[in-house]
């Protein structure tokens, strides 16, 4: 425990994808300011081609190889574990189909500059997934906090975009500065900023007997992460900036952040919280896991009930993410049980599902943004004959909705299952049970827009709708990986998940 | 032990219409003669295979009664377990989930072929009477298919997941098809209907099943720990199976030896883990099967469905719920069964008398059937209740019987709606005249439908009176501190009552949509069935008479499929 002794290749290595990140910013960058306006197209593929690349680095790098062993780098301030390469993976994956499907967005991805500042905030959210210090964890969550304020409010031009730019940045900042002060709380408590000294200090010295200045700590913290994962009660963003902004950016801020998010979280109430903390007989572990369960109900329940009544596709969108975060914090509330195997399995229910998460949104808003792109609106009713229309967006919009729904062979179906497992493992059926039925909540309103595609008529149904190559490679992509989730692939993602898991209980 | 290749027969039947759909989606959607083409090889081929797995297991069933005296006879530690797993055949398994003891497990027993044959038949018998959909062919061909895919998958499948996969995979292909090829009335209510209820129902068992798994789990590493290894030792298990496991084998072996039958689950004394959870894995597959009173979503759902979707449904899918039921729920959980299903046989008479009973008031054609099957489905879960062999192997017959006929009567209703344009009864009338071979047809079926002897109808429904009968001196209800005993005799009195009503209704149906007067003007351009539709009720007409006359050609299969069933439920013959 503790940071090594520095060496600087090894310490290079554990931050590969990020050094890799920056080259590509500035490569962007650069091309950006050198090629002609029309060559955009190329500094989208350049990015998204990039993006795409680096993501295969964590997996080179993959800690416990000789050359990179697992453990703290750079003065603690980053863990290089499975965990943290898992969630890498995904928020660059996340963002190289960003890139991809901005290509052809109006007053988005007709400017460099769009797919600079997606980089700069992949590189908050890669440094989100390994950090291990609150130091790091708070740098890294403004550098992908503040990117997202700018790309929310990107179209200039249009005024709800604005609107959900200016939104989301006076939630964010309100957010970010509750749970800084939560985390001032711990250092100032503890004296240390590395998540897992902090840990040591509180269980090892004689904490007083009052637990509740760690409380309110804790749960200023969560305030933060909640805003971050838009769980009930901290979510009152997202409808508005989901629908107010670029679609595009939607997409990416509806998965990347969550899961790099998601990736801290895990890590915070593991390492900072564990089981063996009890601070005056109260069980700091207990009530953060209550504190999930609660916040799980709350956000399925409120997420799916509300998006029932939806008309707008974003909206829709942004009440099912909603739901979907509180499925997720099922899996966070299954830690609550003491066996290892149970917990490692909860901390893997948490990875697939956010892994399976970011390809099933990425593909349901690559279908979104080419119809609103092609028909210029975003209304759930003017979906109507898409399969008469474009049969095959109609079908790859039906395998996105069928995976936010959990109905197999889409990878949704084991995302859920495993959440659930873990639960009823982790003795907690009652919270499987109020899974599952919101989970049938769930499944009716994404198939109310299914039947809109399939079955109401409309005046356009001859005038197919135009892909163009970039979304052709998206749409195929995403919903391959979706289906292979559903079905073979589920195996190798949730073991390397368990692995993960094994990897944070140091 | 290594084992010869063998053809995966169970899976080339699974993926087949997987691989079809996956081809008509590439196609172009205006070659619909090849849409079709490619929709009824994929359907022939798998219709064959049927066939070879249900004759080739029929072949089997003689060693496989013989392997069971040999196991009664050498008193093994695990009867039932052992009984239940000899009897398998074109076993396939392939770890899949490994870390959760999730294998990809398909075997056909005696229990499940003759499903895999029906199933085969009516997708077949699907496929053949939507040669007329012009709109959309390529979707509602490929979403058949999948549908197929996924029935198939849950009868074959022998580890709980796979059966769950399937189960939800079929659900889903079926919505799209009756909210989008439905009868427009009702089609998007109806289908939506449909979906929530049996999606409820069934992830609720899913949580069930979980438990039961994580329960078998802690009792063999546990207490369960030396019968565990013993198993493995014996080879009724893998050598390298782990207390953690989905697979139907292992569970029922943790059932065999009472690890879900321990007081004190969930804190409660008196409570145990599969009297708890019984009534909610078994009601919540039931709903599939149309248990009163989660039956609603049933006539709705067949009336507004195309007539394809209508057979696969009434026809196979509602099986699916009684077959589940039977495995997770009686299998698995003995006790539980003993508890909760003597209550639970007084829902299943109010399905077949009340089922009856709304079918006689029906004036349309097609809603008379959707609730003649809620009433026949009744008696599937009645025959589950006796919890004998004679009761329950009719009921296995009955799962078949009921299986071709309704999808003959489906069939029958949407040849004359296609014709006629109505399905108002009284408006029709004198259709012989034009459709002799659906008159025959829907007779044969309406004559099998109320249990006349000769047709697989009465070898089937028989069998559960005898059952329950038999079963009466050996139930008794405890409500409250009042025990009720020898009342299953009153049920086979009051369910009888049922089909006397089905005859009437049949006959009202049959004498007045095929018989009376024809009304020449209005019905003027009606004209006879094509080679297709003769075919299809040939395919699904004969099987009730051959059943009738040679019951033995599917009665002990079945009756081998149920002895490990009645062995774990403790009884004898």
Not at chain 1, 184 to 210: D, K, P, V
Not at chain 2, 60 to 79: K, S
Not at chain 2, 250 to 258: D, I, K, R, S, Y
Request: proline letters at 4%; hydrophobic letters at 55%; charged letters at 10%.
């Amino acid at each position: 425990m503790g940071a090594t002794e520095f060496d600087l290749a090894t310490s290079l290595l554990a931050i590969l994808p990020e050094i890799a990140l920056t080259v590509l910013a500035i490569l962007v960058l650069g091309l950006d300011l050198y090629l002609p306006k029309s060559q955009v197209r190329t500094v989208a593929y350049v990015a998204g081609v990039g993006l795409g690349l680096i993501a295969a680095l964590p997996l080179i790098v993959w800690p416990g190889s000789p050359a990179t062993p697992e453990g703290l780098y750079w003065g603690g301030m980053i863990r290089h574990d499975v965990l943290s390469q898992i969630f890498k993976v995904m928020v660059l994956l996340a963002a190289a189909i960003t890139c991809l499907m901005s290509v052809d967005v109006k007053g988005v991805g007709h400017r460099g500059e769009f797919y600079l500042i997606v980089i700069v905030s992949t590189l908050g959210m890669t440094l989100l997934a390994s950090s291990a210090d609150l130091i790091m964890a708070f740098l890294a969550l403004e550098t992908t906090s503040i990117p997202l304020y700018l790309l929310a409010a990107f179209k200039r031009s249009d005024q709800k975009s604005v609107e959900s730019g200016v939104k989301y940045f006076l939630f964010g900042a309100f957010a970010s500065a509750i749970m800084l002060y939560g985390l001032s709380l711990l250092y100032g408590f503890t004296g240390q900023t590395n998540l897992y000294l902090i840990a040591a200090q509180l269980t090892s010295e004689a904490f007083a007997n009052n637990p509740i200045p760690v409380l309110a700590a804790l749960v200023m913290i969560i305030v933060g992460f909640g805003f971050k994962i838009s769980a009930v009660p901290f979510h009152f963003w997202t409808p508005d900036v989901y629908e107010g902004a670029p679609t595009p950016v939607t997409a990416f801020l509806s998965v990347a952040s969550k899961a790099a998010s998601f990736a801290l979280l895990v890590r915070f109430l593991v390492a900072v919280f564990p089981l063996s903390l009890v601070i005056g007989d109260a069980s700091i572990h207990n009530f953060w896991v209550q504190l999930m369960a609660a916040s799980a109900v709350v956000s399925m329940t409120l997420g799916n009930v509300v998006a029932l009544a939806q008309r707008n596709i974003k909206r829709l969108l942004a009440y099912s993410s909603i739901a979907q975060a509180g499925y997720t914090l099922i899996g966070v509330a299954a830690l609550q049980s003491a066996s290892d195997v149970v917990q490692a399995q909860a901390v893997a229910s948490v990875g697939f599902y956010m892994f399976m998460y970011v390809f099933t949104n990425l593909l349901s808003f690559a279908v979104v943004i080419l119809f609103s792109e092609a028909t210029g609106s975003e209304t759930i009713a003017d979906l109507a004959g898409l399969s008469r229309r474009s049969p095959w967006l109609a079908l790859m919009m039906t395998i996105g909705l069928l995976s936010l729904a959990g109905v197999p062979p889409t990878a949704g179906f084991f995302g859920k299952f495993f959440v659930f497992n873990a639960a009823v493992q982790a003795d907690l059926t009652w919270l499987a049970v109020v899974g599952v039925l919101n989970a049938i909540i769930g499944l009716y309103y994404y198939l109310v827009v299914v039947k809109v595609m399939y079955v109401d008529r409309s005046e356009d149904e001859d005038k197919p709708i135009p892909v163009s190559r970039p979304y052709a490679w998206v749409l195929a992509i995403t919903s391959i990986v979706v289906i292979v989730l559903g079905t073979i692939g589920a195996q190798t993602v949730f073991d390397w998940a368990v692995r993960s898991a094994g990897s944070l209980f140091l | 032990m290594t084992e010869p290749f063998m053809f995966p027969i169970l899976s080339v039947i699974i993926f087949t219409p997987i691989a079809a759909a996956v081809i008509l989606l590439l196609i172009d959607s205006d070659k619909r003669d090849l849409i079709r083409g490619i929709s009824i090889t994929a359907a022939v081929i798998v219709l064959v295979l049927s066939g070879a797995v249900y004759f080739g297991y029929n072949n089997l069933v003689g060693q496989v009664n013989t392997n069971q005296a040999a196991i009664d006879a050498a008193g093994l530690a695990n009867p039932a377990t052992q009984m239940f797993k000899d009897g398998l055949a074109f076993e396939e398994k392939v770890p899949w989930l490994d870390s959760l003891g999730i294998s990809y497990h398909l075997g056909v027993d005696g229990l499940n072929a003759p499903m895999v044959l029906l199933t085969g038949m009516v997708a077949v018998a699907g496929v053949l009477i939507s040669w007329r959909i012009e709109d959309r062919t390529r979707e509602f061909m490929a979403f058949f298919m999948l549908l197929v895919a996924g029935v198939y998958g849950v009868f074959v499948a022998i580890d709980m997941f796979v059966l769950f996969f399937f189960y939800e995979l079929a659900i889903f292909p079926m919505y799209l098809l009756i909210a989008t090829w439905g009868w427009v009335k009702l089609r998007e209510y109806a289908a939506m209907k449909l979906t929530l209820y049996i999606l409820i129902g069934s992830v609720i068992a899913l949580v069930g099943v979980i438990a039961m798994v994580l329960v078998a789990s802690n009792y063999f590493t546990n207490e369960g720990a030396a019968v565990f290894e013993a198993a493995k030792a014996s080879g009724l298990l893998a050598e390298n199976a782990r207390p953690f496991s989905f697979d139907m084998t292992q569970l029922m072996l943790a059932a065999e030896n009472g690890a879900f039958d321990v007081a004190g689950y969930a804190g409660v004394e008196t409570l145990t883990f599969a009297k708890l959870w019984f009534p909610f894995v078994f009601i919540g597959f039931g709903v599939l099967a149309g248990v009163f009173p989660f039956h609603n979503w049933s006539p709705d759902g067949h009336v507004a469905a195309p007539t394809a979707v209508s057979m696969i449904h009434a026809g196979v899918l509602m099986k699916l719920g009684a077959y589940a039921a039977l495995r997770a729920g009686v299998q698995l959980m003995p006790e539980g069964a003993q508890t909760h299903l003597p209550w639970i046989v007084f829902l299943t008479l109010i399905n077949v008398v009340y089922g009856a009973f709304i079918a006689f008031r029906q004036r349309d054609f097609k809603y008379v059937i959707g609730f003649s099957s809620v009433s026949h489905m009744g008696l599937v879960s009645m025959g589950w209740a006796s919890m004998n062999i004679i009761g329950m192997t009719g009921a296995g017959l009955q799962m078949f019987s009921h299986g071709a006929m309704t999808a003959l009567f489906f069939g029958c209703v949407g040849m004359v709606y296609d014709r006629a344009h109505t399905r108002d009864i009284p408006s029709l009338g004198g259709f012989v005249k034009r459709m002799p071979w659906v008159a025959v047809a829907f007779i044969i079926g309406g004559l099998t439908s109320m249990g006349m002897p000769g047709l697989s109808g009465f070898i089937a429904e028989f069998p559960i009176f005898v059952g329950m009968w038999n079963a009466s001196p050996n139930v008794a209800l405890q409500i409250g501190g009042f025990t009720l005993t020898n009342y299953y005799s009153i049920i086979v009195v009051l369910a009888a009552l049922g089909i006397v009503i089905t005859a009437a209704y049949v006959l009202r149906v049959t004498s007045q949509v095929f018989f009376g007067e024809f009304n020449e003007q209005r019905y003027s351009d009606v004209t006879d069935i094509t080679i297709t539709d003769r075919i299809i009720l040939f395919l699904l007409g004969a099987p009730l008479i051959i059943l009738g006359v040679y019951p033995i050609i599917m009665a002990p299969m079945i009756e081998a499929g149920l002895r490990p069933v009645i062995a774990i439920l403790g009884g004898g013959a």
